[in-house]
């Protein structure tokens, strides 16, 4: 057995080192097609940069010989000129000459004063006898002192360093995010980024069944928005390298990235004594917890709907002794997990018995005996089902009574960063108040009732009708606005 287990394993590193020999046989191959299309592409620049250099030199010698005929033309009609006044000039010094044999003195008089007149209108004497132009070649004049210099520091573009992600300045907001990257040194020459990212369930990428990269290429900017992400997911591993106009460079150390969705649950130990609380429920009790078993038999009596699984009674009985949280008419109970950042969205129904109760948000500095919307450090939607069915939005005591119909789901979108609380119609979408502040403190999820039950749905993705809300499209009606004091 054990003879068997050497050879398998030097059959094994056999085929390992046959399998490398391909691959360097390969590789090979690849470095020489790749080294012959480097220097194709660099025949390729350098016969460009003749052609240019070409189409240069014939257009300066096209203005040499242009300066070349103008001036020869210039000089050889200065010479006609000289030509014609010389030849003029020698008629007159032939005539003079003649005329000084004349013996008659009238006659030589007569002669005289024509000569005389010639004389003075000759062009011999209105010729410059200077050159119109000189002989220097003011196109010969070229300096390539700074070109020569340029192209003998003609050399390979340097390979860019790999670009490094800015977590900080990734933003992920429900199923989108933005990747952003910065260059570890100032590089002009980078032309684009390319931007991979990799489907992923796992916070660090496994290379098990690993989905392949996704590639968005000729990237401008530094950085990038993906879209139509799956929600609620540990989704993209990311990575981004920077490219020349010759080259690309490294890849950047992958991140995952995650679109996170605000998940939580009711917090049994910050309930009034008279709620009971299991998970995403919470239901009125008259008793304080004491008798729930006839309370539970007068539920089903009533017609209301079932309700959800209960906590033992013994198990509850020791979380009610230490629920101090609210008291007197605080019949609240807030969420487990607070909201901090970003933009989060969940829902409420109402069970048909349910009385008066109220969906909001609060500061953990909500008092014992605070109501949700009666303090300024909490806002909320009321809904009071008693002789009459209103609904009103709450804010620092003061209250708006609202003019539209109850949902039986309540949607809540709120932005953190924007500073904003919506409420919504969780079925038709339409807008029922918008409270519009700056959270400075996490906001804690709370809930009041009397009589009746609430259940909350967590961890849901912002409706795309609520996103087109907030783009300030105007396709759902609502109301935001001030609210009046409370009697």
């Given amino acids: 057995e054990a ?40 025949d390729e620049e350098f016969d460009g940069l003749y052609s240019i250099l070409d189409e240069m030199k014939g257009s300066m010698a096209s203005s040499i010989q242009q300066e070349e005929a103008r001036k020869v033309q210039a000089l050889q009609d200065q010479l006609s000129q000289c030509s014609n006044a010389l030849e003029s000039s020698e008629e007159l010094l032939e005539l003079a000459a003649q005329s000084l044999d004349i013996k008659d003195p009238v006659e030589f008089l007569k002669a005289a004063r024509q000569i005389k007149e010639r004389v003075t209108m000759a062009s011999a004497f209105r010729i410059s ?20 210099r340029i192209l003998q520091a003609v050399n390979f573009l340097p390979v860019p360093k790999a670009p490094e992600i800015d977590l900080a300045a990734c933003v992920v907001a429900d199923n989108c ?51 139509g992400l799956k929600f609620d997911t540990k989704y993209v591993s990311l990575r981004v390298q920077a490219c020349n106009k010759a080259v690309a460079g490294e890849y950047s150390d992958p991140v995952t990235l995650e679109t996170k969705a605000f998940v939580f649950s009711l917090d049994s130990t910050s309930s009034h004594l008279n709620l009971k609380v299991e998970d995403t429920y919470v239901e009125w009790d008259p008793t304080g917890g004491k008798g729930q078993e006839k309370v539970k038999g007068k539920e089903n009596k009533s017609g209301g709907g ?65 109501q949700l919307g009666k303090t300024n450090s909490s806002w909320c939607i009321h809904i009071n089902n008693w002789l009459q069915t209103t609904i009103s939005a709450k804010h620092n005591n003061k209250t708006k009574t609202l003019d539209i119909t109850v949902p039986d789901r309540i949607g809540v979108y709120c932005d953190f960063d924007g500073g904003q609380l919506t409420f919504y119609n969780a079925n038709s979408k339409e807008l029922l108040y918008t409270f519009r502040t700056k959270f400075t403190q996490p906001l804690l999820p709370g809930f009041m009732i009397w009589c009746g039950g609430l259940t909350v749905s967590t961890g849901l993705q912002v409706p795309s009708a609520v996103k087109t809300f907030q783009k300030g499209e105007n396709v759902l009606s609502g109301s935001t606005g001030s609210l009046n004091n409370t009697a």
Wanted: include cysteine; charged fraction near 25%; hydrophobic fraction near 30%.
């Fill in 129 to 148: 006898l200077k050159p119109t132009v000189s002989d220097s070649m003011t196109h010969l004049m070229v300096d390539f002192a700074l070109e020569r």
């Fill in 3 to 42: 003879l068997q287990r050497i050879v398998s394993n030097l059959a094994n590193k056999n085929g390992e080192i046959h399998n490398f020999i391909d691959m360097l046989n390969h590789t090979i191959k690849n470095v020489q097609v790749n080294s012959s299309n480097a220097i194709s592409e660099l």
């Fill in 306 to 370: 079932p309700s959800p699984k209960r906590i033992p009674v013994n198990t509850r009985s020791s979380v009610r002794g230490s629920r101090d949280r609210f008291t007197g008419e605080s019949y609240t109970v807030l969420g487990d997990s607070a909201v901090e950042s970003g933009q989060h969205y969940w829902e409420v129904r109402a069970q048909k018995d349910c009385k008066s109760y109220s969906v909001g948000v609060t500061y953990r500095n909500l008092g014992k005996f605070d």
């Fill in 177 to 227: 995010i933005t990747v952003s990257w910065r260059m570890p040194e100032d590089d002009g020459r980078i032309d684009h980024f390319v931007l991979e990212y990799r489907k992923t369930n796992f916070g660090l990428p496994r290379v098990k069944d690993e989905q392949p990269w996704e590639l968005i290429d000729y990237i401008k900017a530094t950085e990038y928005t993906l879209s």
